[in-house]
């Protein structure tokens, strides 16, 4: 390459490192850096345990950092996921300062009980919080018949691209088909994806199901549909209740297996797992988390020693490193705390 190029090559990799979104999931942003420009992320989670969790936080997170977003919900109902803000918004309040002052609903609690007086001033709080947060969000929900070609028309015909620098769609196998099969059909789908997010230079967070199978730790061959689908996306990963784990107090609630299967920036981390439990109180998954190693169709194993600790992770700082398993009375294992020397 003449001078010259070199020039350019640098210039247009400053440019697009200004571009990369966080995750806001510690385990993914010490990983993978964060969401580049050009990413098809396809994100994978049996029916429902967190996709549209997951990228609702993502979607707000990085509408708080000024990045437009624009998010398609394909299966929600109307304002569902303004809900789900609101009440995260909510859970953030409460437990900083007014926990205890009145019992704290779940979400389907809240849905029903949101109208008492004692929440008036709550809810106004929320509110003006979401109107900075959400001013560069817009969702878009769709009923009646959309396949993957009208919303690519939407978006090209509308000019809809020039005004978001992050685009999710809530979910691939909710668009409608116009193929006989439907594996032929997600086939395209996945590809128009692909080929969106090279056309735009975008990148773009995908959620899929995955099949409900018999192995314990699910992987690429678990994505409902067609083996393109996982070939066609930059990076992949795969959500997993970590139900062999009992609760940990350092890790926090529901602890749940972030699994990177696929990445061609960052292939180094394929055999590695995040451990991270969610935090009820902000309504996100925590900083802290667990690592382990994956081989296979197994369990993950959290690892036990210092030495096999990526560097990316030694370089991440975190307070806990690495951990042991111990046998729990009932069958499962529990996670034990482990501070490196």
Known sequence: ???????????????????????????????????????????????????????????????????????????????????RMKYRALSQI?????????????????LVQGFMPDWAALEKEAENQLHLDMLELKVVYKGGKFTVNDFVKELADSAMHREFDFLVVDHLHYFDLDTRTETEGLKQAAHAMRNLSIHLGKPILLLAHLRKHGQAFPGLDDFHGHSDIVKVATQVIVMSPAYNLTQ?????????????????????????????????????????????????????????T????????????????????????????????????
């Not at 350092?250 to 439990?277: C, M, Q, W």
């Open 248 to 304: 940990a107090n350092d890790v926090g609630h529901f602890p749940t297996y972030f699994h990177i299967a696929k990445s061609r920036r960052a292939s180094e981390n394929v055999p590695y797992v995040g451990v991270l439990g969610f935090d009820r109180q902000r309504n996100r998954y925590g900083e802290k988390y667990y690592i382990a190693k994956h081989g296979g169709t197994d369990e993950p194993e959290l690892i036990t």
């Open 1 to 83: 390459m003449y001078r010259t190029e070199w020039k350019d090559e640098e210039l247009d990799r400053h440019v697009a490192a200004a571009k990369v979104i966080p995750f806001d999931v510690s385990f993914l942003d010490d990983a993978l850096v964060g969401i580049f420009p050009n990413d098809l992320i396809l994100l994978g989670a049996l029916t429902g345990k967190g996709k549209t969790e997951f990228a609702t936080n993502v979607a707000l997170n990085a509408s708080r950092r000024s990045k437009r977003v624009l998010f398609y919900a394909l299966e929600a109902d109307r304002w569902e996921i303004q809900r």
């Open 306 to 341: 210092a030495s096999e600790i990526p560097e990316w992770y030694r370089r991440a700082n975190r307070s806990f490193t690495y951990g042991h398993v111990k046998p729990a009375p009932c069958g499962a294992r529990v996670v034990s705390a482990a501070k490196e020397d």
């Open 94 to 110: 409460y437990f900083a300062h007014y926990r205890g002052k009145f019992p704290w609903p779940r979400y389907s609690e809240w």
